[in-house]
């Protein structure tokens, strides 16, 4: 955990999705801490059309390239979130040559009591995971 929803347009290949939930998973693992193995990540692939993202005023063209990643997350800091979106525009554009223009991200927070990682346990409450 975190769970990230990683929303794109359609036309990326295998290799390009690979890169990109690389990137996002070395940015969380470096800001949140989490460990390595921690990964869960989930692609949705949207047609032209399908995804309509503005700028919100603030004059950041989007493109094709457009990437939408929502965190479901135990609570952070405001410093880890603030490290967190500066390596994924790092890592995007290093990586992908992905524009800081073309990432959004948001984050809900939730609770220990809000995770079950399977068998029908709650593991953060179990003690299982800490």
Same mark, same amino acid.
């Given at each position: 955990?975190?769970?990230?929803?990683? @929303?794109?347009? %359609?036309?990326?290949?295998?290799? !390009?999705?690979?890169?990109?939930? &690389?990137?996002?998973? &070395?940015? !969380?693992? =470096?800001?949140?801490?989490?460990?390595?193995?921690?990964?869960? !990540?989930?692609?949705?692939? +949207?047609?032209?059309?399908?995804?309509?993202? /503005?700028?919100?005023?603030?004059? @950041?063209?989007?493109?094709?390239?457009?990437?939408?990643? +929502?965190?479901?997350?135990?609570? %952070?800091? %405001?410093?880890?979130? #603030?490290?967190?979106? =500066?390596?994924?525009?790092? @890592?995007? %554009?290093?990586?992908?040559?992905?524009?800081?223009? $073309?990432?959004? #991200?948001?984050?809900?927070?939730?609770?220990?009591? $809000?995770?079950?990682?399977?068998?029908?346990?709650?593991?953060?409450?179990?003690? =299982? /995971?800490?």
């Amino acid at each position: 955990m975190p769970l990230v929803n990683v @929303h794109v347009l %359609r036309g990326r290949t295998a290799e !390009q999705l690979d890169a990109l939930l &690389d990137a996002v998973h &070395d940015a !969380q693992v =470096e800001a949140f801490g989490v460990p390595e193995t921690d990964r869960y !990540q989930l692609v949705s692939q +949207h047609e032209p059309g399908e995804i309509r993202a /503005l700028d919100t005023g603030l004059g @950041h063209p989007r493109s094709k390239d457009l990437v939408v990643l +929502h965190f479901v997350s135990r609570r %952070r800091t %405001r410093e880890q979130k #603030v490290k967190l979106y =500066e390596l994924l525009a790092a @890592h995007l %554009r290093d990586r992908l040559g992905i524009s800081g223009d $073309d990432l959004i #991200v948001t984050i809900t927070e939730n609770e220990d009591t $809000d995770w079950s990682f399977g068998a029908g346990r709650a593991q953060f409450l179990t003690g =299982e /995971l800490s």
